[in-house]
């Protein structure tokens, strides 16, 4: 596993830099890369603010298909969620306009979302596009890996 101090500093924040850092390699050779190629990159701590999407088109909720237990706490999700049915009706909403953004420019796109319940304040996110994998798995505009954090003060 990699140590988070090789990353480089692009936003000021360890979670959302660690992911950029990684991608950004892979960008760096013309093409976003696949999950399967970043996962064992991306150190544990940065790991489990991630959700991996699948955007399907329009203004339908992003698919999701994993979250990490961080991500899935900051967002009042249970941490086994899977699927489209999102615990609040709003949240669905900004996730799908980030993730809809980042599928259709192919490049990593910064926002805000809203947390789970009794919460304050916004959550930091950044969206960056992945490849589908080679199983032979179509997407419809492709799989998104976003992390999710609280916002450097």
Known sequence: MPHPARYNWRTGHPVLDGLLSVWQEYRLQSRPPRWSEIRDQIAPEIHAHLILLQYQGGTRPPLCTWIGPTAAQLLGLPPNFTGTTWTDESRPH?????????ARRKLAVRGQLTPGPDTPT???AVGMP?????DGVEATDGPVVMAVAWPVL
């Open 94 to 102: 900004r996730i799908a306009s980030l993730s809809r953004t980042v």
């Open 122 to 124: 916004t959550l930091t």
């Open 130 to 134: 992945l490849v589908a994998e080679a």
